[in-house]
Each structure stands twice: as C-alpha cells, then as structure tokens.
C-alpha cells in the first residue's frame, strides 16, 4: 500500500488560495482516497435467512391472513 497523505498540498496545487480556498470559478481538486483506512477484512462468510426468523415470519403471515378470512366471513354472513 501506498501510505503518501491523500489531501493535496496547497503549496504545489494550482488553483487554490492561501489557506487553501479556492477562488470562483476554479475547480476544486479532487480529494484523496483512503483505500487503507479501516480494519482488514479477513473472514466474512455470506450468511442467509436462518430457519428460525423464516418459520417465526411464514406463521405470522399465516395468522394475519386467517384473521382477515375469518373477518371477511364473519361481515359476509
């Protein structure tokens, strides 16, 4: 990895004010990238729905649907 500082120095950058401003109607420079930053990742399996959550959610949906059935029934007869 390349550890240079990513902000550009306003010394030898064109355009930029002392102070580092930039005066109207200059583009800015872009900003630097900072691919290092953060802990590496090593490990990080791609993990699905568990079983659980999907029974937990299939049966709710079940009951909220039989409610409305019942309910429907019930205003119909």
């Given amino acids: 990895m390349n ?3 990513p902000d ?6 064109p355009g930029l004010e002392p102070g580092g401003g ?8 872009a900003e630097g990238s900072t691919p ?12 699905g729905w568990a079983k659980g959550p999907l029974i937990i959610i299939m049966i709710v949906v079940v009951l909220c649907a039989a409610f409305f059935v019942a309910f429907a029934l019930s205003l119909a007869l």
């Fill in 22 to 29: 930039v005066p109207a109607g200059e583009t800015p420079p």
């Fill in 36 to 47: 290092w930053a953060g802990p590496q990742e090593t490990y990080n399996p791609a993990k």
């Fill in 8 to 13: 550009p120095d306003p010394r030898s950058t």
């Fill in 3 to 5: 550890e240079k500082n």
